[in-house]
């Protein structure tokens, strides 16, 4: 587990060298940061998704219904993944600029 000395002796060099103001700025700009990438690799799979199939989830949902072919349902099951995690990711960020304000 990370001690708060630790986290600090990595984001200090951030702050000595003037990028960040402080160390909780640094630390908030680097986290937004990876949960912004996370967001956006979510989003490439579900607009992948929605361009192979023409359709969004909702009515490839329907239409597969009990006749997806395996390669289909891999399709539906990391398309699936993608929107719960941008869902989660979204909300992530959210709560970190709330909390951070």
């Given at each position: 587990?990370?001690?708060?000395?630790?986290?600090?002796?990595?984001?200090?060099?951030?702050?000595?060298?003037?990028?960040?103001?402080?160390?909780?700025?640094?630390?908030?700009?680097?986290?937004?940061?990876?949960?912004?990438?996370?967001?956006?690799?979510?989003?490439?799979?579900?607009?992948?998704?929605?361009?192979?199939?023409?359709?969004?989830?909702?009515?490839?949902?329907?239409?597969?219904?009990?006749?997806?072919?395996?390669?289909?349902?891999?399709?539906?099951?990391?398309?699936?993944?993608?929107?719960?995690?941008?869902?989660?990711?979204?909300k992530?960020?959210k709560k970190?600029?709330?909390?951070?304000?």
């Amino acid at each position: 587990m990370m001690t708060q000395k630790t986290i600090s002796s990595l984001l200090r060099p951030l702050v000595v060298s003037g990028i960040y103001k402080d160390e909780k700025i640094a630390l908030k700009d680097i986290i937004a940061d990876y949960i912004q990438r996370k967001i956006e690799a979510s989003s490439a799979v579900i607009k992948q998704m929605e361009k192979k199939y023409g359709k969004n989830f909702e009515s490839v949902t329907k239409e597969m219904r009990n006749k997806a072919t395996m390669s289909a349902e891999d399709d539906w099951m990391e398309w699936k993944a993608a929107m719960l995690m941008n869902e989660s990711w979204h909300k992530a960020l959210k709560k970190l600029f709330s909390n951070a304000a």
